[in-house]
């Protein structure tokens, strides 16, 4: 069973950056990490799960949120089985559980999508002050 687990969240300020970080066990690590589309999504408080940024199958295109799009910076380490989303320029309204993502079939037209995903982690707070 696929494991992931996030980490790196807390409490900033309006303005400040965090780096979140997906740690993906299981057999999503290793050679097979590659093959997966991942993602990170939000939930705010009150609110429906949101789409924030994703790695199409194999890593070779990457997609974002209008949100945050030109803030937010999503990454990986194959080697590592990690994959990592650099938050700059925090605001109040990106307050949310952070969750990361996996999924081997989900297809380009689907990364946006939470329903789309099979494995998912439990979920990291940030809470950013004003």
């Known amino acids: 069973q696929v494991q992931l687990a996030e980490s790196g969240g807390g409490l900033v300020q309006a303005g400040d950056s965090r780096r979140l970080s997906c740690a993906a066990s299981?057999?999503?690590?290793?050679?097979?990490?590659?093959?997966?589309?991942m993602a990170w999504f939000r939930q705010p408080p009150g609110m429906e799960r949101e789409f924030v940024a994703a790695?199409?199958?194999?890593?070779?295109?990457?997609y974002y949120a209008d949100s945050v799009k030109g803030r937010f910076t999503i990454s990986k380490d194959n080697a590592k089985n990690m994959m990592f989303l650099q938050m700059n320029s925090l605001k109040p309204e990106d307050t949310a559980v952070y969750y990361c993502?996996?999924?081997?079939?989900?297809?380009?037209?689907?990364?946006?999508?939470?329903?789309?995903?099979?494995?998912w982690g439990q979920g990291t707070q940030v809470t950013v002050s004003s």
């Open positions: 993502a996996f999924g081997q079939g989900v297809i380009t037209s689907s990364l946006r999508y939470p329903n789309a995903y099979p494995n």
């Open positions: 299981g057999p999503a690590s290793g050679p097979s990490f590659r093959s997966y589309a």
């Open positions: 790695f199409s199958r194999g890593g070779g295109h990457t």
